[in-house]
């Protein structure tokens, strides 16, 4: 259907035949040189010229312009005809049967099969070429000759006759084969470099197909986790709703307590007062002495400076929560959780050192347990081991970076973990994370945090813990984190400095034991 479609496309309205040398009016429309010659040819003397199939007039004898695209497709639709057609060319002369033929003679327009070849003249007129039933396809269509020649100019096949014309005199022309030949040396450099495109294609789309298949797992996992992030996070702002609410409204509620608690002051200094110029208006010497209860009425000094300096802050701010700045802070929060979450999938392996661990400390056989043990585990005395301080250094240092660390404290409420330069102290109070700058520590004492550095102490929250923390590191960040694996997870404090050492993990305990979670140490 599609041959019979694109042969009729390829037909000229004129003879109803495949074009031969097609060429154009300026209208656009196409017919055989020939064809349209002779209808030109019919209007001479009329005074004008019109187009057979638009009937556009022209009034000069219009210039026939060559066609060379549709001429290409006329003669690979041949070709392919006469592949398709290859096995029903059969000897012209022997028609008592269908014999194949084995070539055709172009100038004789026949076809031959081996007996009738052997007999056929051999004379340098008569052209053999391959079977065909399309032989006006390679004779000139205006001289009816052979074609022979090509002009590499005009990049057509022409006959000998063509050499002559006005159209090719100038023009550089070859023999076909010579011309055939070359044009297969290109397309065989083309071919070449089609192949090599082709193998890099292949090996391209191999590559591609690759990392589909790992983008499409990588695709699977981060909808899960964006999923479960989103449920966190709107578990986390419902709960950051509900505080910051409660904080707004228990300011005018703190505001009352404030001055509750300074009538009671102000009433006990108003009897006070009384009671004094009472005894101070007797006369009897014997009775002022006697006075029972005058015993704190000597007590002038101000034993709430605390409370004083709170009341002055509040009435110097105005009693208002800075209800910005706790927004900020908590989404801040919020947000490097989010990017913990996502910049790191899995915790990072590490080993506890042996060579740093106290004596007083039972280190596991896995090396990421810690206890605390009444019997001395007598390990040899070296500058690397901390000494009467219950602590031990990771044999990892880390010096760039995002890394997380997630350690259980199976209920223990004696305990402290953090980070540390390897230069740190290793005896005295130097030597306890966060008692110095080179070392930053999270404590847990009863149902308390506190975070540490540099001998400076931050009193956080009390709460109920889930028995396990974690500690989050960003090296180029500067920044040491804390958080506290409840649900949902609880930022405890951020340490934000620049680090001028490689870190450590550090852990020391004097109830129970510390155990570091997940991750395979990389040796």
Known sequence: MASAALRTELECPICLKIYTDPVNLRCGHNFCRVCIDCVLNTHEGTGGYSCPECGEIFKRRP????????????????????????????????????????????????????????????????????????????????????????????????????????????????????????KKEKLRNVLQKLQTKKVETEERVKSLQEYRSKVEEKVTDDTESVTALFRDLRKRLDNLERGILRKISRQAEYASLCIWDLQIKKDDLYRKICHIEELCKMTDPLTVLQESDTGDLYDTKDRDNQDRERHERFLHDGGCLDVADLLHSSLMDIIR???????????????????????????????????????????????????????????????????????????????????????????????????????????????????????????????????????????????????????????????????????????????????????????
């Not at 052209?127 to 020649?149: A, D, G, N, Q, W």
């Not at 997870?489 to 951020?494: A, E, G």
Request: charged share 25%; proline share 4%.
């Open 63 to 182: 210039a026939l312009h060559r066609n060379k695209k549709l001429r290409n497709m006329v003669q690979n639709f041949l070709s392919a005809q006469s592949n398709q057609e290859e096995s029903g060319v059969f000897c012209t002369y022997c028609v008592d049967s269908s014999v194949p033929a084995v070539r055709s003679c172009l100038l004789c327009e026949v076809s031959l099969c081996d007996k009738h070849l052997r007999v056929h003249k051999k004379s340098p007129g008569h052209v053999l070429c391959e079977p065909t039933l399309s032989m006006e396809s390679r004779k000139c269509s205006v001289h009816k000759k052979i074609l022979e020649y090509y002009c590499t100019e005009d990049e057509t096949c022409i006959c000998v006759s063509c050499t002559l014309t006005e159209e090719h005199r100038g023009h550089q022309v070859e023999r076909l084969d010579e011309a055939s030949k070359k």
């Open 337 to 523: 959780d989010v990017n913990v979450y996502f910049y790191i999938k899995e915790p990072t392996g590490i080993l506890l050192d042996v060579n740093t661990t106290d004596n007083s400390l039972k280190l596991s056989d896995d090396k990421k347990t810690i206890s605390i043990s009444s019997i001395d585990q007598e390990r040899p005395e070296t500058p690397e081991r901390f000494h009467r301080c219950p602590q031990v250094l990771s044999s990892q240092s880390f010096s760039s970076g995002r890394h997380y660390w997630e350690v259980d404290f199976g209920g223990s409420d004696g305990w402290v973990v953090g980070m540390s330069y390897p230069s740190i102290e290793r005896r005295g109070e130097m030597a306890k994370f966060g008692h110095s700058n080179k070392s930053w520590g999270l404590y847990r004492n009863g149902n308390q945090y506190l975070a540490m550095n540099d001998n400076k102490g931050v009193l956080l929250p009390a709460n109920v813990p889930n028995y396990r923390v974690r500690i989050y590191l960003d090296y180029e960040a500067g920044q040491i984190s804390f958080y506290d694996l409840c649900d949902p997870i609880q930022h405890l404090h951020t340490f934000t400095t620049t680090f001028t050492e490689p870190l450590h993990v550090g852990l020391g305990v004097w109830e129970d034991f510390l155990k570091v979670c997940g991750g395979n140490p990389k040796m």
